[in-house]
T-cell receptor, first 109, second 116 residues
């Protein structure tokens, strides 16, 4: 079966750095997405990786290793507004998006 | 980025009634739209994939006669929850993409449905 694993919840301090991991086992791979979702709101797109390596976009970076079935989202200089759930999703061989359960990130002052 | 709207944002209805939710892509034509349901503290659950001009493809376990999807145009898809019951209370979110298979999905703001 298809499976995406990410931690349920993480806590970090304002101004610090946090890394949210995602491992996946899917039938085929056509890219990995990270979305941010604030409580009661719809998800918003953060990043898309299809090749191995690190993609940096401001305070957020996303890394992919296809051989390991592994990705992480790195958030730097954390701000209180970064408190949200972060969803990892993989496009499988049928271009279906397989969603992880999400990681709730709690930022403390 | 592309904008997707949803209407209504919040609806409360009595058990047994039907509720229609609209999803519109405002500044692009969406060949494919998706309908998700999200229960509290859970991730998104794909209900169905909707392509303009054709019947929706429902995920396993989703009753197509209960959740009617119509994708009448390249900018509008509707989800009708028929004979709603309290267990249908949830956050319903639509998304749309341009059509290329690897395109990101743009999400609507969601509709909070409460069935009394």
């Amino acid at each position: 079966g298809q499976n995406i694993d990410q931690p349920t919840e993480m806590t970090a301090t304002e101004g610090a750095i946090v890394q949210i991991n995602c491992t996946y086992q899917t039938s085929g791979f056509n890219g990995l997405f990270w979305y941010q979702q604030h409580a009661g709101e719809a998800p918003t797109f953060l990043s898309y990786n299809v090749l191995d390596g690190l993609e940096e976009k401001g305070r957020f970076s996303s890394f992919l290793s296809r051989s390991k079935g592994y990705s992480y989202l790195l958030l730097k200089e954390l701000q209180m507004k970064d408190s949200a759930s972060y969803l990892c999703a993989v496009l499988d061989s049928n271009y279906q998006l397989i969603w992880g359960a999400g990681t709730k990130l709690i930022i403390k002052p | 980025g592309a904008v997707v709207s949803q209407h209504p944002s919040r609806v409360i209805c009595k058990s047994g009634t039907s509720v229609k939710i609209e999803c519109r892509s405002l500044d692009f034509q969406a060949t494919t739209m998706f309908w998700y349901r999200q229960f509290p503290k859970q991730s998104l659950m794909l209900m169905a994939t909707s392509n303009e001009g054709s019947k929706a493809t429902y995920e396993q376990g989703v009753e197509k006669d209960k959740f009617l999807i119509n994708h009448a145009s390249l900018t509008l898809s509707t989800l009708t929850v028929t004979s709603a019951h309290p267990e249908d209370s949830s956050f319903y979110i639509c998304s749309a993409k341009l059509g290329r298979e690897f395109d990101e999905q743009f999400f609507g703001p969601g509709t909070r449905l409460t069935v009394l």
